[in-house]
């Protein structure tokens, strides 16, 4: 449990806050709309992801010791994952996996753009793992360098320790111009941990899709770019593609799992060996 009623409820209001056609005046407008859930869910957030916690965090689960699963597996253990609140309204996670994956499909990509889509939220098996939700979801963005301001809820970062280190409030703080993505460390969230887990098996731009969807103040709001190198300007172009399938592929229909089963059994076999680490 948590501030938000449900994990969904972060997903949500970022597709309100990027809902298309939006102008600016309204963009600015989340700071009064929010509901007080959501910004506590910030606060904690911001409060909390310094340093040494993301470190901690990957110590813990990188080395993916939580035992074996194959991703039919995993699917149903994050089923598992209800939502208190309201269950009849809510998709369940694997149905938000689905559509997600079927609007993918029906735009006619490649099929790993498909399958990024059919398990982008599986690491929100943290939350299984007893992880709060602020480290499981959120705007994902750099540690150990100054806070942009394009940060939704960005006065947050006040009373986070990491605030009170000049090493790490410059503009670089601990890292180099240009150094690339992948030796930032980002806030600890579903997308890092997932990329972990899966990055043996997939085409790379499927990867940057897992690993930076939450990274909203860098796909979005072009903040550090500064960070990253061209070939990660390259893969971000795959990261907003894939975006407004995340976003925006709800739809009142439930998908129909046993009915597109094999297609996505096949799909999965020929990524995945059965089971992987976890
Ligand atoms: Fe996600
Ligand atoms: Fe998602």
Not at 225 to 242: P, T
Request: glycine content about 6%; overall charge negative; charged content about 30%.
């Amino acid at each position: 449990m948590g501030p938000l009623q449900n994990l969904e409820q972060w997903d949500d209001f970022v597709g309100q806050r990027y809902k298309p056609n939006k102008d600016q005046e309204e963009f600015r407008k989340y700071d009064d709309t929010t509901p007080a859930g959501v910004r506590e869910f910030y606060r904690l957030n911001h409060t909390h992801q310094t340093v040494d916690f993301v470190r901690a965090k990957k110590q813990q689960y990188l080395a993916k010791q939580r035992g074996k699963m194959n991703i039919w597996e995993a699917l149903d253990y994050l089923n598992t994952l209800v939502d208190e609140s309201d269950p009849d309204t809510d998709l369940s996670q694997i149905e938000h996996n689905l559509q997600t994956a079927e609007a993918i499909r029906r735009d006619g990509h490649p099929e790993w753009f498909v399958l990024a889509g059919f398990i982008h939220d599986l690491g929100k098996l943290l939350c299984l793992y007893g992880e709060p939700q602020w480290a499981v979801v959120g705007d994902t963005f750099p540690v150990g360098c100054a806070y942009s301001d394009k940060i939704v809820f960005h006065e947050f970062f006040r009373d986070n320790p990491d605030s009170n280190v000049p090493q790490y409030r410059t503009r670089l703080g601990i890292y180099e111009e240009g150094c690339g993505l992948d030796k930032v460390d980002l806030s600890w969230g579903h997308d890092e941990y997932l990329y972990h887990v899966v990055k043996d098996y997939l085409p790379e731009p499927a990867l940057y899709m897992i690993r930076y969807h939450s990274f909203y103040p860098g796909h979005r709001e072009g903040a550090y770019d500064y960070l990253l190198n061209e070939h990660d300007r390259e893969m971000f172009e795959w990261v907003r593609k894939f975006n407004p399938y995340d976003l925006y592929s709800k739809g009142a229909e439930r998908p129909k799992l046993e009915q597109l089963r094999p297609y996505y059994a096949d799909l999965v076999s020929r990524y995945f060996p059965d089971p992987i680490s976890w």
